[in-house]
């Protein structure tokens, strides 16, 4: 079924090597022809990574802060200063976090957190150097809204915000915050936080100085299709330019407890459509990851089909996606069962998509 819109040609195009245009991805988001759209994307998926193995990585989500000065609509884990429910984890919370995941054979910690009025660069230095020194994980922190923050706060450029953390012990910084880069959306929803040009920018030079990061795009709000486009085609340019993104990670918009609670939450099916497209019109990246933790297992193991190759991390911990009311909950064990069940070869990785096994 096409519904009206043919995806046949350009997917044939593609399989001859060309690149899909702008026009081309929009084509495939309006379309309804999901399964031609899922084999051509799985087909890629297997072009690029011919093994039939899925990665994943034991981590966790580490949220230093909920206070948060930014506002997002689309965000229930915020609170503002001075609220009752504001936290932010002590040094020896989070030792305690780290050392659980250690234990559970992680190597490496994910650390986010809201954008705090009064932080400088100097705690985050120290926070970075103490479990650097202390516990010797690599540590994936702080997305580009975190790093704009501090350098404002603190007075610096972005770049010497990104050249002290990693002086301090930063390995690699985690593509959130990008929802949509479009303008327009991110001055509806987050107008306090960067833009999409300041977002690209640090990615660009995160990458400059030699560190690996991750994209994502978190989607079904109220951005147009247009605008989907217009977020994976930033991403491809600066992939194009610096080659520094390991993986793109897409997923719905989750509703409940935000400003927006009243959206219609993205179903399966443009869920697919849009991973799918993603892997088609994202060429230059090796990495998609399914989002378990949003979509459920079911619908992740039918994302290995529809271009994902990775299922992300173990999430020992996750708090942004529970604070809007979603929760699931996956053991590294059950995590590896979904993926065998798929008939694919589960197998740990590290940031760098190397094998731990
Ligand atoms: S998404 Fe991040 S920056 Fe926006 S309100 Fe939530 S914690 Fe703050």
Redesign the pocket.
């Known amino acids: 079924m096409t519904a009206g819109i043919m995806v046949e040609p350009l997917l044939a195009a593609l399989e001859g090597g060309a690149r899909l245009t702008d026009a081309d991805a929009l084509t495939l988001l309006r379309s309804h022809d999901l399964l031609a759209i899922g084999q051509a994307a799985h087909a890629m998926r297997l072009r690029k990574k011919p093994e039939p193995v899925v990665t994943y990585i034991v981590d966790r989500n580490i949220n230093y802060t909920?206070i948060?000065?930014?506002?997002?609509l689309?965000?229930?884990?915020?609170r503002a200063p001075g609220d009752h429910e504001g936290f932010t984890l002590t040094f020896e919370e989070i030792d305690r976090k780290v050392e659980e995941t250690k234990a559970l054979g992680g190597v490496q910690i994910l650390m986010?957190?809201?954008?705090h009025p009064s932080f400088t660069i100097e705690w985050y230095e120290e926070l970075v150097a103490h479990i650097k020194t202390k516990h010797g994980v690599h540590i994936h922190a702080f997305?580009p809204?975190?790093i704009v923050?501090i350098a404002r706060i603190s007075g610096l450029t972005a770049a010497e915000v990104i050249r002290r953390l990693r002086a301090a012990g930063l390995d690699s910084i985690p593509g959130?915050?990008a929802?949509i880069l479009s303008e327009r959306t991110r001055g509806r929803l987050?107008p306090?936080?960067c833009g999409a040009d300041e977002w690209i920018g640090v990615m660009r030079e995160a990458h400059r100085q030699g560190m690996r990061t991750t994209a994502t795009m978190m989607f079904g709000h109220i951005e147009t299709l247009e605008e989907r486009v217009e977020s994976l085609r930033r991403l491809r340019d600066l992939q194009d330019e610096t080659g520094g993104f390991t993986a793109f990670i897409p997923w719905p918009f989750q509703p409940d407890n935000t400003a927006l609670d009243s959206t219609p939450e993205t179903g399966g099916f443009d869920y697919l459509r849009t991973l799918a497209a993603a892997r088609l019109y994202l060429d230059n990246f090796d990495n998609l990851q399914a989002s378990w933790v949003t979509q459920g297992p079911k619908v992740a193991q039918m994302a290995l089909f529809f271009g994902a190759n990775d299922f992300g991390s173990t999430m020992i911990e996750e708090n942004?996606v529970r604070a809007a009311g979603v929760t699931f909950r996956l053991a590294e064990a059950d995590i590896r069962r979904v993926i065998e069940s798929a008939g694919f070869t589960p197998r740990r990785r590290n940031m760098y998509y190397e094998s731990l096994e």
């Not at 986010?112 to 954008?115: A, S």
């Open positions: 909920n948060c000065v930014s506002g997002c689309f965000c229930a884990f915020w986010q957190g809201g954008l997305s809204p975190e923050h959130g915050g929802e987050s306090r936080k942004v």
